[in-house]
């Protein structure tokens, strides 16, 4: 089992610039949720989606933030114009839902860290 | 208020020590509990999941009050790899994972 594979694992760009994060859940995960991690704030939950849909999206900061769940077995979370204070680490996680609620966990993948200059 | 939260910390303490964790959690119609563990510059870990009866692993006990909407971490005979941030996890309605701020961990030699 790969695990939940993210990508970029480093990202530096300017503000303005577009940036677009990866993520590929383990195979047979049906739910996927995007988190972002600062000193500050912790982890936020963006938005998490069942079955590719989107669920809950409240987390999601503004308009300059959209995910998309094209398929199964990828998604994307792309920042357009980025900006200074979007500077984080961006973590995707899946879970296989329908389990009892003790085995009902998050896998993490091992982040996203984006500079924005 | 804050849907889940901890003890700020940071705990130092010595080897050998034994550290306890507390957390509150806001939404009375939380099912799922977890405690996640995050070394510095990685990926939150499942370190257990919370059951209604509390419960054990290894030198690691789990204990949930439903009624005061209250989770424990116990950790016994300390050692310096336990060092990390410990996060309480809940989870509402069994849909989203609201993580708190996490409590650092630091066990000294």
């Known amino acids: 089992d790969a695990g939940v594979i993210q990508s970029p694992r480093h990202e530096v760009t300017e503000m303005g610039q577009e940036v677009t994060l990866r993520c590929k859940p383990i195979s047979g995960h049906n739910s996927l949720f995007w988190y972002r991690q600062t000193m500050m704030r912790g982890l936020e939950l963006l938005i998490y989606f069942n079955n590719n849909v989107p669920i809950d999206d409240s987390g999601m900061p503004e308009d300059r933030f959209s995910a998309k769940m094209p398929n199964a077995s990828f998604s994307t979370l792309k920042i357009q114009p980025s900006e200074p204070r979007d500077s984080a680490v961006y973590f995707c996680?899946?879970?296989?839902?329908?389990?009892?609620?003790?085995?009902?966990?998050?896998?993490f993948g091992a982040g996203s860290r984006l500079t924005v200059l | 208020r804050k849907e889940v939260e901890q003890d700020p910390g940071p705990f130092n303490v010595p080897e050998g020590a034994t550290v306890a964790f507390n957390c509150t959690y806001s939404?009375?119609?939380?099912?799922?509990f977890f405690w996640y563990r995050q070394d510095c510059r990685k990926e939150p870990k499942l370190l257990m999941s919370?059951?209604?009866s509390g419960n054990e692993d290894g030198r690691f006990t789990a204990q949930l009050n439903r009624a005061s909407q209250y989770i424990s971490l116990l950790i016994r005979d300390s050692k310096l790899s336990d060092s990390a941030t410990y996060l309480c996890v809940v989870s509402p309605y069994g849909q989203n994972f609201v993580f708190g701020p996490g409590t650092r961990l630091s066990v000294l030699p």
């Open positions: 939404n009375s119609a939380s099912q799922s």
């Open positions: 996680a899946s879970r296989q839902t329908g389990l009892p609620s003790g085995a009902n966990v998050l896998t």
């Open positions: 919370v059951y209604s």
